[in-house]
């Protein structure tokens, strides 16, 4: 018979419940956001975010400023953003290069971690470390920094855990392949919707045409939603969506 992989199997079964409830509104709601971008399949859980992911090193003076800016840029639009960090590392056989050193290894792995088991803090996580950068990678600056976010207690043991044993490597792993098969090489490079945006390296930004500023990150994330929901978002101001509207009269 045909074998269907574990997505296919899940939007399958998906379809099937929602038709025994005979409502298109359900299926729409049951799937998740599933679309091609190049040659990267998103499979979004919230179909309204936006996915904005910065592919790091984390000992990377380049990949903390991308960061920081980022942090100003979730402060206008983190209610609409899904932001993800993404590592670049060389997985060679049995072991794991990293351009920093081991440090940064361990320092990927904290991170990825932390991302696995406690989301919504990850980011934050990443931006308290960043503000003692030449200690990134050490367990005591990890576990200081999980206590500042007061991570639920099952979550943090379940990090602390990852981050000392076999699985934070192989997290490591899996994630690190995705980035080199998607060409990825610079600490960092942005992505919007698996779509390259822009890349931080060498203390400048490049290949950005939508520019590198807070507030062009901000309007392309705006425009973004725009695009996949047809709706303006309250976050990003009165003055776009009135030009936006001008736009849709025009064309109509």
Same mark, same amino acid.
């Given at each position: 018979g045909?074998?269907?992989?574990?997505?296919d199997?899940?939007?399958?079964?998906a379809h $099937?419940a929602?038709? !025994?409830?005979?409502?298109?509104?359900? $299926? !729409?709601q049951a799937?998740?956001?599933?679309v091609?971008?190049g #040659?990267?399949?998103?499979?979004?859980?919230d179909?309204?975010?936006?996915?904005?992911e910065l592919?790091?090193?984390?000992?990377?003076?380049? !990949?903390q400023?991308a960061e920081? +800016?980022f942090?100003e840029?979730?402060?206008?639009?983190?209610?609409?953003?899904?932001l993800?960090?993404h590592?670049?590392? *060389?997985?060679?056989?049995?072991?794991?290069g990293?351009?920093? %050193?081991?440090?940064?290894c361990?320092g990927?792995? #904290? +991170?990825?971690?932390?991302?696995k088991? !406690?989301?919504?803090s990850s980011?934050?996580?990443?931006?308290?470390v *960043?503000?003692?950068p030449? *200690? @990134?990678g050490k367990?005591? $600056?990890?576990?200081s920094?999980?206590d500042? $976010?007061?991570?639920e207690?099952?979550?943090a043991?379940?990090?602390? =855990?990852?981050?000392t044993?076999?699985? %934070?490597?192989?997290l490591? /792993?899996g994630?690190?392949?995705r &980035?080199?098969?998607?060409?990825v +090489?610079?600490?960092?490079? @942005?992505?919007i919707?698996g779509? +390259? /945006?822009?890349?931080?390296?060498?203390g400048?930004?490049?290949d950005?045409p939508?520019?590198?500023? &807070?507030a062009?990150?901000?309007? =392309?994330?705006c425009?973004?939603?725009?695009a *996949?929901? %047809?709706?303006w978002?309250?976050e990003? %101001?009165?003055?776009?969506?009135?030009t936006?509207k001008k @736009?849709i &009269?025009?064309v109509a």
């Amino acid at each position: 018979g045909t074998h269907l992989s574990p997505v296919d199997m899940a939007l399958r079964a998906a379809h $099937l419940a929602c038709l !025994a409830l005979a409502s298109l509104a359900c $299926l !729409a709601q049951a799937l998740p956001r599933q679309v091609m971008q190049g #040659q990267q399949q998103l499979i979004k859980a919230d179909a309204t975010k936006i996915l904005v992911e910065l592919f790091v090193m984390s000992r990377c003076p380049d !990949a903390q400023f991308a960061e920081a +800016q980022f942090a100003e840029v979730l402060k206008t639009v983190g209610n609409i953003t899904t932001l993800e960090l993404h590592f670049i590392a *060389n997985p060679r056989g049995q072991e794991i290069g990293c351009k920093h %050193g081991p440090m940064e290894c361990t320092g990927n792995e #904290q +991170q990825i971690c932390v991302q696995k088991y !406690a989301p919504a803090s990850s980011f934050a996580f990443a931006s308290c470390v *960043n503000e003692d950068p030449s *200690n @990134i990678g050490k367990p005591e $600056l990890a576990d200081s920094c999980l206590d500042d $976010l007061n991570v639920e207690a099952a979550a943090a043991d379940k990090i602390k =855990s990852c981050m000392t044993g076999y699985e %934070g490597e192989g997290l490591l /792993r899996g994630d690190a392949e995705r &980035t080199m098969k998607l060409g990825v +090489q610079k600490s960092c490079t @942005i992505f919007i919707e698996g779509q +390259q /945006r822009c890349i931080r390296d060498d203390g400048a930004w490049y290949d950005c045409p939508d520019g590198s500023e &807070t507030a062009d990150f901000v309007s =392309s994330i705006c425009t973004a939603y725009w695009a *996949n929901t %047809g709706k303006w978002p309250v976050e990003c %101001g009165v003055e776009r969506k009135a030009t936006t509207k001008k @736009i849709i &009269t025009t064309v109509a």
